[in-house]
């Protein structure tokens, strides 16, 4: 899904579009505001836009790369269809993000891209990693190699550690205005 299909935060997309253009995106970067307003969706368009065969600067949305992205995030059956683009969330019956789960961020991110241009990390609710997994993702956070990115989406910035926070280019998303709203439900043909 390119950018420009994700309502709001103009701002931010046009930040993340410069910076691709450029070939200057930060490889740490920390998406927060309040829930619904794109910061996941946002960061799943990054990883297409990263490894798309069309564009440099966004998502076409129809190559070989992009639908493969989209599949394997919006489908946890398929999670894996593009070996290079990871998401990580809470595990079911869990309270926190583990260590165990961070440190397979920390093994793959060294590895070269296996199909794409870079890898991408994507940890939802940042927020819930317990101490320990904050703490071991640390070295990569500070000194990620240059293929790869890593992408902590949170409503709670508040509640990462701070050595978190001052490792990552942080991008603050807005509430959506209630015009941009109406715009997206309108093109989605509902009323």
Do not use: W
Request: hydrophobic share 40%; charged share 25%; proline share 7%.
């Amino acid at each position: 899904m390119p950018f420009k299909d994700i309502p709001g935060n103009g701002r931010v997309k046009d930040l993340l579009r410069m910076a691709l253009a450029k070939n200057r995106l930060p490889n740490s970067l920390l998406f927060c505001g309040p829930e619904g307003v794109g910061k996941t969706a946002t960061a799943r368009t990054l990883a297409q836009a990263l490894n798309c065969l069309q564009m440099n600067n966004d998502a076409c949305g129809i190559c070989g790369h992009c639908g493969a992205i989209e599949e394997s995030l919006g489908n946890p059956a398929k999670a894996g269809k593009f070996p290079d683009v990871m998401t990580l969330a809470l595990l079911p019956g869990k309270k926190e993000i583990g260590i165990e789960q961070t440190r397979e961020i920390k093994t793959s991110a060294y590895l070269r891209p296996m199909a794409g241009r870079g890898r991408v990390f994507i940890v939802e609710d940042a927020e819930l990693m317990s101490e320990d997994a904050a703490n071991s993702l640390l070295k990569v956070l500070e000194e990620p190699p240059l293929t790869s990115h890593i992408v902590l989406v949170t409503s709670h910035p508040e509640l990462l550690l701070a050595t978190i926070v001052s490792r990552c280019r942080v991008l603050t998303f807005l509430p959506i205005s209630i015009d941009e709203a109406e715009r997206a439900l309108l093109v989605k043909g509902l009323p």
